[in-house]
Every structure is written in structure tokens, then in C-alpha cells.
């Protein structure tokens, strides 16, 4: 068993922090490719671009089959102009799944065709001397928020003289802070956080020299929030698939943010059983504190992948995050068990070396979960077939 290189932690807030900086709602992610590819040809990693821009990268390990995929997202959630009012104001739609509730008195910027124009998002009863307990009765949806620019915009026409238009991709400030608790805040940890590490976790592997078993695609989705993510980013010999993203730590969850989780289970149902314990055991292994957790309302690149007919086996680790899809915090902790036991994985060999010939193999080689006598032993008995046939033609 390898030691594990160290991860540059110093590295890992540095990208955070910049790709922070860049506003990516799901359709407007052409800046940060471009960051993380340079990224890439930093650290000495080829990759290719997609049509639309997903990163596909490869790790050369001393096998190329089967071969690997570890897979982030550089999409984040914001919002689209829906609708430009007669008062000036902007109706909102989310772009990805999540509350208004989130958006109330953010800090935005407007994407126009000719430039960038700054605004707040504020519920429609916004004055509290004006409306005073009113205020707390508005319902809470995206029909109840509208977006006021920081403009001259008093009607429809002062809209259209700015450029404002239905479809303008509306960002939120990420607001980020680095505390010296190892506590970092900050809209859109969700997955920049996961992408800073798998960077951090491929600078490692490459600095120390140490070759990795088997081929591995690091993949840089650009459509998660919505659903598509990894639908059409894999290689054809891609066996294993391992999605890092964000692990809700709430009531219910057995997720933290001094650990690394692996989901067993998300909203596409169980992930593969064989490769989620090799990561629990990679933990055990190099004594990465994880933990196992179910997430309920939860869709990843990992069940994109398997929706579009990929045959892969799928597993999901994720950096424990509170407050997810809102002001989200983590902590350095989670996030140095996230880079750690990616390290892990990518020098770690495949799961079963005869995924290399899906189809061919037999059932000698067939995995097996329990032992199949152990599995059918229960408590509750079952009469022999040959008793109930005996009784029926007793009854006939």
C-alpha cells in the first residue's frame, strides 16, 4: 500500500477562492472551463473539451482497461430573467433546484448581451415601515421575489434602453469567507468546493511521482444542477464512476464538516455495492475519518450517468456541507478527507479487473456481496416445494 502524498491544502483554498470569484449558473460556465483547464495543463494533465464544455481528462495509470472515471461540477444554481415588469423590476426563475427563500436580499449581477449590471433580490413587500407585519405573511416562492437593478430603471422601456432581456443569466455573490476556525462560507460550495479538492488531489498524485494503477478520467461537468450532468461526458471503457459533490449535514444526516462522506444512497437509489466499500476501506486503510450517509432529495453525476445507459459502477463521496443550496459552510477538515481519499482512489486498482470485458465473463466470476448460502439463511422458514406440490395433488 502506497503512502499517500500530502495534499497542498494552501493550493486547495487558493483555486476555491478564485473559481469563487467566477460566476457560473448552469449555461454560463465558459470562464470557469477555462480556468480549470488551465488548471489542468498546470499540473501536467491532457485533457479534451466537449462541445458544450465539459472537461474530460485522463490520469495515465499503468493499465488503460478497465479505466475510471472521478467526476465534479463546475455548474452552480442562480436564477434567468423571467419577465421585465412595467415598474422596472425583473421577475426571476431558478436555474436549478432551490428556495427562494435563499435568494431573498442577495447580492446579484445581470448578465446583459452588452455588459454586466449589478441589482438586489428582494421579496415584493421590501419596506418594512411601509408594509410592517404584511411582510411576514407574503408566501415564499419565486413568484414573490423580484430582482431591482442598480440603474435608472423605472419601466419597461428604461429596461430595454439598458439591454435587459428575458433570458439574462443572473448570478449570486458567493459572499466567501476563510476564518481561521478552518471554517469557509460561501455561496456555491456546491461543487466548486468538491472541484478544488479533485484538483488538489491530481496535483498530489502527479508531485509525488507515484503511478496510478489503472487509467483515471477526471470529468468537469457543466450541467449538474439540472440534471444532465455526466449523461454524455463518459469514455466508452469507463467502469467505475466516482461523483464528488456536497453531503448535507442537517437532522437526519449522519454527514459532518470534519469528515468525508460516502452517500450509499441518493434520489437515482443505492450506489454500486462493491465500489462504495473499496472507498470505505481505502479509508480505514490511510485513517480518513468518513462517514456513510442516505441522501433523499439528491440527484448527482453519478446516477446522470447511469440514466443515460451507461453500464458503470457508481459510488459517491462528498465534503460535509451545512446549510446546502443556501450560505453553505464547510469545513477544511472535510474538505482535506475529500482530497485525501480521492489520492486514495486514483492510486487504488479497479474494483473487479473483469469489468474490462462486460458480458463475457461467467458466473465463477461474478461478484458476490455475501455468500450465497450465508444470504439465503433467515429465520423464517419456507415449506419445501415438494410439500406444497404434495398437497395440491392431495387436493385435486
Not at 52 to 75: C, E, F, M, N, Y
Not at 285 to 296: A, C, G, M, N
Not at 377 to 386: H, K
Request: aromatic letters at 6%; proline letters at 5%; charged letters at 20%.
Amino acid at each position: 500500500m502506497h503512502r499517500l502524498p500530502e495534499p497542498d491544502l494552501d493550493y486547495l483554498k487558493k483555486v476555491l477562492l478564485e473559481m469563487l470569484a467566477i460566476p457560473s449558473p448552469t449555461g454560463f460556465t465558459d470562464t470557469i472551463v477555462r480556468y480549470v483547464a488551465e488548471r489542468l495543463e498546470e499540473i501536467g494533465i491532457p485533457f479534451e473539451l466537449t462541445r458544450r464544455g465539459t472537461i474530460r481528462a485522463t490520469l495515465k495509470g499503468r493499465q488503460s482497461s478497465p479505466d475510471r472515471a472521478v467526476s465534479t461540477h463546475l455548474d452552480t444554481i442562480g436564477a434567468i430573467v423571467r419577465t421585465v415588469q412595467d415598474n422596472g423590476r425583473l421577475g426571476l426563475a431558478p436555474v436549478g433546484t432551490w428556495s427562494s427563500r435563499f435568494a431573498e436580499g442577495s447580492r446579484v449581477s445581470v448578465f446583459t448581451e452588452t455588459g454586466v449590471i449589478r441589482g438586489s433580490v428582494l421579496p415584493l413587500m421590501a419596506s418594512g415601515h411601509t408594509f410592517n407585519t404584511g411582510i411576514d405573511q407574503l408566501p415564499i416562492s419565486w413568484d414573490h421575489v423580484e430582482l431591482r437593478l442598480d440603474a435608472y430603471c423605472a419601466t419597461r422601456a428604461d429596461c430595454d434602453a439598458l439591454g435587459v432581456s428575458i433570458g439574462d443569466f443572473v448570478a449570486f455573490d458567493p459572499l466567501p469567507e476563510f476564518t481561521e476556525s478552518g471554517h469557509i462560507s460561501a455561496r456555491h460550495l456546491d461543487d466548486k468546493a468538491g472541484v478544488a479538492a479533485l484538483l488538489t488531489a491530481l496535483k498530489a498524485v502527479v508531485d509525488s511521482g507515484i503511478e496510478a494503477q489503472i487509467d483515471c478520467h477526471p470529468l468537469f461537468t457543466i450541467t449538474e444542477e439540472v440534471g444532465s450532468g455526466a449523461a454524455a461526458a463518459l469514455h466508452w471503457d469507463v467502469s467505475e464512476f466516482v461523483g464528488v459533490d456536497i453531503a448535507p449535514v442537517a437532522p437526519g444526516q449522519s454527514s459532518t464538516e470534519h469528515t468525508v462522506s460516502v452517500a450509499m444512497q441518493d434520489s437515482g437509489g443505492p450506489h454500486d455495492y462493491h465500489l462504495s466499500r473499496q472507498l470505505l476501506r481505502l479509508a480505514q486503510e490511510h485513517e480518513i475519518p468518513v462517514r456513510r450517509d442516505l441522501f433523499r432529495y439528491y440527484h448527482s453525476d453519478a446516477q446522470s450517468a447511469v440514466s443515460a445507459g451507461h453500464d458503470v459502477r457508481t459510488a459517491l463521496l462528498a465534503f460535509g456541507c451545512d446549510a446546502t443550496h443556501g450560505y453553505e459552510r464547510t469545513h477544511i477538515d472535510s474538505l482535506a478527507a475529500l482530497t485525501r481519499l480521492i489520492s486514495a482512489y486514483l492510486l487504488s486498482p479497479p474494483v473487479f479487473a473483469s469489468d474490462a470485458q462486460p458480458g463475457e465473463g461467467s458466473l465463477e466470476r461474478f461478484s458476490h456481496q455475501i455468500e450465497h448460502s450465508a444470504q439465503m439463511e433467515s429465520d423464517t422458514r419456507v415449506p419445501a416445494v415438494d410439500s406444497l406440490l404434495g398437497h395440491r395433488d392431495q387436493d385435486t
